[in-house]
């Protein structure tokens, strides 16, 4: 089973950068689809970024889409997500999860990492 740990959170004004990364233990990391996803104070966890095993199929939610760039690099066991042209509404704890691939939905995720906070300043 991959477990995961996030790190590459922090405070950062409006138009910033930042780049998380999402490192995986266990044998099984280069087979599997890779989310992340974001949860602010009283709001559902929702989808930002998916990447499958090889990276060949990305997938972005469009309020991110040509801000954030989601990759991979499966010898270091770790997924990146680079995030520029950052807004106050993308201040959440971020996650990445194991999943299925070309699903958006949290319930078809799991192996959550403790997530890493991101917090926009305007």
């Known amino acids: 089973q991959v477990q995961l740990v996030e790190s590459g959170g922090g405070l950062v004004q409006a138009g910033g950068s930042l780049r998380l990364s999402c490192v995986a233990s266990g044998r099984t990391f280069s087979t599997t689809t890779i989310g992340w996803f974001r949860q602010a104070p009283g709001k559902e966890r929702e989808f930002v970024a998916a990447?499958?095993?090889?990276?060949?199929?990305?997938y972005y939610a469009d309020s991110v889409k040509d801000r954030f760039t989601i990759s991979r690099d499966n010898a270091k066991n770790t997924v990146y997500l680079q995030m520029n042209s950052l807004k106050p509404e993308d201040t959440a704890v971020y996650y990445c999860?194991?999943?299925?691939?070309?699903?958006?939905?949290?319930?078809?995720?799991?192996?959550w990492g403790q997530g890493t906070q991101v917090t926009v300043s305007s």
């Open positions: 990447i499958r095993r090889s990276g060949g199929s990305i």
């Open positions: 999860g194991v999943g299925r691939t070309g699903s958006y939905s949290p319930a078809d995720f799991g192996s």
